[in-house]
Nanobody, 118 residues
Framework: QVQLVESGGGLVQPGGSLRLSCAAS????????MSWYRRTPGKEREWLAR????????DYPDSVKGRFTISRDNAKNTAYLQMNNLKPEDTAVYYC???????????WGQGTQVTVSS
């Protein structure tokens, strides 16, 4: 059974940091591109980060570049999102996504809530 389970969310003060984890099971994690997204009520889902398979190249939108860092540990079947200098507008539900390079697999986690507030 394919599973992506996010963890690490919670309440943090502005300027603080959080590290989200995405634990994968039921598929060949090392063959999948991993991405992070977030969704805020009333807004469209926003792509945040992507990490490739072999070279582990990363890509970010300008909105989070320099503050968010994606990484992966294929030995642990886990992807991470390090978030620094968090702002109230970063409050959202954060999701990880696994996408096979051929497009034959596309899996999502259930999400983890991040709240940035003083």
């Amino acid at each position: 059974q394919v599973q992506l389970v996010e963890s690490g969310g919670g309440l943090v003060q502005p300027g603080g940091s959080l590290r989200l984890s995405c634990a994968a099971s039921g598929f060949s994690f090392s063959n999948f591109v991993m991405s992070w997204y977030r969704r805020t009520p009333g807004k469209e889902r926003e792509w945040l980060a992507r990490i490739s398979i072999l070279t582990e190249d990363t890509d970010y939108p300008d909105s989070v570049k320099g503050r968010f860092t994606i990484s992966r540990d294929n030995a642990k079947n886990t992807a991470y999102l390090q978030m620094n200098n968090l702002k109230p507008e970063d409050t959202a539900v954060y999701y990880c996504r696994a996408t096979h390079s051929t497009g034959t697999g596309d899996f999502w986690g259930q999400g983890t809530q991040v709240t940035v507030s003083s």
